[in-house]
Nanobody
């Protein structure tokens, strides 16, 4: 089992920055990839960024150049650095972990971009 706890969400003005954190606990040694997803009201959940155990990353086109996923393996923590945020980035952001055939989700953290 893997437990994921997100933090760092909140209200931010357009053009501002925010950093989300996701701490993993439990059977973390077998995690092969972690990711950030988001879901806006009335929309499907979509992947924002992903990082593999080997450190390879990929980002959705909508956030490329603005958001960056990174990790601190010693702290079992994955981050999402969000810069130049836009109102369209408003959503609940979820942390995700893949371990073998199993998938794990955090409880989500709300990000609201508004002036």
């Amino acid at each position: 089992q893997v437990q994921l706890v997100e933090s760092g969400g909140g209200l931010v003005q357009p053009g501002g920055s925010l950093r989300l954190s996701c701490v993993a606990s439990g059977s973390t040694l077998s995690i092969v990839a972690m990711a950030w997803y988001r879901q806006a009201p009335g929309k499907e959940r979509e992947m924002v960024a992903r990082i593999t155990a080997g450190g390879n990353t990929n980002h959705a086109d909508s956030v490329k150049g603005r958001f960056t996923i990174s990790r601190d393996s010693a702290k079992n923590t994955v981050y999402l650095e969000m810069n130049s945020v836009k109102p369209d980035d408003t959503a609940v952001y979820y942390c995700y972990a893949a371990r073998g055939i199993y998938s794990y989700w955090g409880q989500g953290t709300q990000v609201t971009v508004s002036s």
